[in-house]
């Protein structure tokens, strides 16, 4: 297969000029593997991008999305809408903490985040607090890449290009402890007094000003960062105390990452809305999600009759998402697969852990069927290259791992099996040695 001209496409997330120079390429997926062009066979360690929970190309979706495609291919949202947006929400709705049962349909995690960021300034204005606009993010944290993601965001690089994002927004401290919590089997001891940083921005700016605390429940996209315990139960506490808005970004805890369908279950903290995005279509088409409490929903439905919300987008609730969707989660409840992490946590854990002591290791994180490992950045070269080359060198052995600053994240589809958990340590106990 020849390989296509590179210039045109602006390639998101990634050096372009150095992945142009060296491709990898993706040409098919079945199951736990992707093929490149050449057919050389990839064992899936990332579920894509976190996002094909149940594995590639499983016939119940992709039936389901062409059968769409030939029946009803797009309606309108706005003022009309289609019977499988209603079912798919009244079927998400089974899989939430009690009381989070309205849903809101997006394309993207992105979009989750804004939509719901606004809900909860627009619902403090219907309560009567038009005052409290500002957001409240985490260091660390990653919420999209819009502009309101971007500034309730905390990972500098994707910060620092676009000015001032939005207006009013600070951030709590994060959670990272390597000195107290290194090489922790699942999640940290010590920490839960870093959800008192709360109290710290509600004396800077006042509770009255603050309208929401957006934080990923287990912080993925910086590298995997657990919540110590007792840390997300003491942010619910403060947040109440306050009247503050709490949404838990599940965007990647969404659908079963950690053996619970969300994180909120998972840690049993009950947040006032959850944004998802990914796993819910398996990745296949483009949909997000934002549950809010029935409370925050009929704050808006008051009043003379008319639009209620001023938001949404041209492809929410697309019906080819729809379709996908509710074949995703046939197939996630047939094979039990929105709690089988659980199942295989012990596993993943005992073999990720195998690694300690190999060089520059510095930290080895797990939970569900998600993992981390760390490293020391290399004096005097670019934040992350210890990683990037363990992802190459992974690559190069048929592994697919994500690079994310100094970690190398693992997050397979929750299909994947003990031999395919073996295949991908023992990838890394070759790989790691020979990177400087
Ligand atoms: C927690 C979280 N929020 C938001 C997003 C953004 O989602 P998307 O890339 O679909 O816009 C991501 C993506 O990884 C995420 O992990």
């Given at each position: 297969m020849t390989t296509p001209r590179m210039d045109a496409f602006w390639m998101p997330f990634t050096a372009n000029r150095d992945f142009k120079q060296n491709p990898r390429l993706l040409s098919r997926a079945e199951g736990m593997h992707y093929w490149t062009p050449e057919g050389r066979q990839v064992l899936d360690g990332t579920a894509g991008l976190w996002c094909v929970n149940a594995g590639h190309a499983r016939p119940r979706i992709v039936e389901a999305i062409a059968r769409q495609a030939a029946t009803l291919d797009f309606a309108p949202p706005f003022q009309m809408a289609h019977p499988l947006a209603f079912e798919l929400a009244e079927r998400l709705t089974e899989l939430t903490p009690p009381g989070l049962n309205r849903v809101f349909f997006t394309n993207s995690g992105s979009e989750s985040v804004e939509t719901a960021l606004k809900i909860a300034i627009a619902y403090q204005r219907l309560r009567g607090?038009?005052?409290?606009?500002r957001l409240i993010g985490r260091e660390?944290?990653?919420?999209?890449?819009n502009f309101a993601g971007t500034a309730v965001g905390g990972m500098g690089p994707n910060r620092k290009m676009f000015g001032t994002h939005v207006a009013g927004v600070d951030h709590l401290r994060h959670t990272h402890d390597l000195q107290r919590?290194?090489?922790?089997?699942?999640?940290?001891?010590?920490?839960?007094?870093?959800?008192?940083d709360l109290e710290r921005l509600v004396a800077l700016h006042?509770?009255?000003?603050i309208a929401a605390v957006i934080v990923e429940p287990m912080a993925g996209s910086t590298g995997v960062l657990l919540p110590p315990k007792g840390y997300l139960q003491r942010l619910r506490q403060i947040c109440d105390k306050h009247g503050i808005v709490l949404i838990f970004d599940e965007v990647i805890t969404g659908f079963g990452r950690l053996g619970s369908p969300f994180a909120a279950q998972h840690y049993d903290v009950v947040p006032d809305m959850i944004t998802a995005a990914k796993g819910v279509t398996n990745g296949t088409i483009p949909m997000g999600v934002v549950f809010a409490k029935q409370e925050i929903h009929d704050a808006f439905m008051?009043?003379?009759?008319?639009?209620?919300?001023?938001h949404g987008y041209t492809y929410s609730s697309h019906p080819m998402a729809c379709a996908a969707a509710l074949a995703t989660l046939d197939t996630y409840a047939e094979e039990e697969l929105l709690t089988r992490a659980a199942r295989m946590e012990g596993k993943l854990q005992s073999a990720l852990h195998t690694l300690k002591g190999l060089p520059n290791l510095v930290d080895i994180r797990n939970t569900g069927l998600v993992g981390a490992l760390e490293f020391a950045p290399r004096p005097g070269a670019a934040p992350g290259r210890r990683a990037f080359e363990v992802f190459l060198g992974a690559w190069n052995k048929g592994v697919l791992l994500r690079a994310a600053g100094d970690n190398i994240a693992i997050s397979p589809?929750?299909?994947?099996?003990d031999s395919q958990i073996d295949q991908i340590v023992s990838t890394l106990a070759e790989v790691i040695p020979t990177v400087e």
């Open positions: 607090e038009g005052q409290r606009t660390r944290g990653y919420h999209g890449v919590n290194a090489f922790t089997q699942g999640q940290p001891e010590h920490g839960a007094e870093l959800a008192d006042d509770a009255s000003t008051q009043g003379p009759p008319g639009i209620e919300l001023a589809p929750l299909i994947i099996n």
